[in-house]
């Protein structure tokens, strides 16, 4: 399962509805406020679903494991680690 790089999401609806990119991605409008909102992990069928969307897209720019820190939580460790 994977997390969303919001902004760049954001960034690729541009000025469509929510209603309008989930039907271009091809989901539903809940599944993608699910997933914008992290009450939901983006899985592959939507990995594949979004490709197919933007194939000039990298998925590594937008998704990003679960449980795997970012570049910015690897620069600022936590306190006492």
């Known amino acids: 399962m ?3 790089n919001i902004d760049r999401l954001y960034q690729l609806q ?3 509805t929510d209603e309008e990119f989930a039907k271009k991605l091809g989901v539903s409008r809940s599944q993608l406020w699910r997933i914008r909102n992290g009450h939901s992990k983006a899985g592959a069928e939507f990995l594949e679903k979004f490709k197919r969307c933007f194939p000039e ?5 937008i998704f990003f494991a679960s449980g795997v820190p970012s ?3 690897q620069k600022h460790p936590s306190p006492g680690r």
């Open 71 to 73: 570049n910015e939580q």
């Open 14 to 16: 541009g000025d469509l």
């Open 2 to 4: 994977y997390k969303v």
């Open 57 to 61: 897209e990298s998925i590594e720019d």
